[in-house]
């Protein structure tokens, strides 16, 4: 089982851009995708989840601009990042617990974005 991450790019202030995570192999479904972000000398910090009953949360500093979505049908979780602000600069990271048949967590690749002023 993989967890694939990809959309990371170059983008002006008040651009956008959407994430992707696909998750392959054997699974027998997905109790919960979500992103994290982290820069240099930094934790990681949460971003957005989506839990396997639908319910979504969202860090303070990306309510309103960020959304999780997921398409169960594909293994892949969204991250639309709209509005976008130099301090999102981020390596961004995907995160699932999917059932393989047990829940077991898995951690994507990073992938870079970067917001130019």
């Known amino acids: 089982v993989q967890l694939q991450a990809s959309g990371g790019g170059l983008v002006q202030a008040g651009g956008s851009l959407r994430l992707s995570c696909a998750a392959s192999g054997s699974i027998f479904g997905i109790n919960s995708m979500a992103w994290y972000r982290q820069t240099p000398g930094k934790q990681r910090e949460l971003v957005a989840d989506s839990t396997g009953g639908g319910s979504t949360s969202y860090a303070d500093s990306v309510k309103g601009r960020f959304t999780i979505s997921r398409d169960n049908t594909k293994n892949t979780a969204y991250l639309q990042m709209n509005s976008l602000k130099p301090e999102d600069t981020a390596v961004y990271y995907c995160?699932?617990?999917?059932?393989?048949?047990?829940?077991?967590?898995?951690w994507g690749q990073g992938t870079q974005v970067t917001v130019s002023s």
């Open positions: 995160r699932a617990v999917l059932r393989v048949p047990y829940a077991r967590e898995y």
